[in-house]
């Protein structure tokens, strides 16, 4: 039986730097009681949705890898993709993070983008 939680994250507003670190699931120590061996948890997203609460397009970008970093080959959700006046994009899949991978993105135009995703948090 699987001992995944649940888990939720945001609403976070994107912003026009598309190198802003929108999520990380670092834990720094996992110290436990005696007797006990801990491990680094994981990240498994499952839904993330990118609300555009203006009366523009506005387009956003998403990268799964270092810090701050949107390398070629790294984009995950979306490359410049649009999100019509009022609307949403939703996506829907199996997204595992591990403790160094960092989830990396903005959008073309500042605060119009809101991001926000499920998923569950695991134990290797």
């Not at 939703?90 to 605060?111: E, H, K, N, P």
């Amino acid at each position: 039986m699987a001992s995944n939680k649940l888990w939720s994250c945001g609403p976070v507003a994107l912003t026009n730097t598309l190198t802003t670190n929108i999520l990380n699931f670092n834990i720094t120590s996992l110290a436990g009681p005696v007797g006990t061996t801990l491990t680094q948890p994981y990240y498994i997203i499952r839904h993330i949705r990118i609300s555009n609460k203006t009366a523009s397009a506005a387009t956003f970008s998403l990268w799964l890898g270092a810090t701050g970093g949107n390398l070629a080959g790294t984009e995950v959700v979306g490359t410049g993709l649009s999100v019509a006046a009022n609307q949403a994009y939703d996506w829907y899949g199996m997204m595992r993070m591990d403790v160094a991978q960092f989830l990396v993105g903005g959008s073309g135009t500042a605060t119009a983008l809101t991001f926000q995703c499920e998923g569950e948090i695991g134990f290797i």
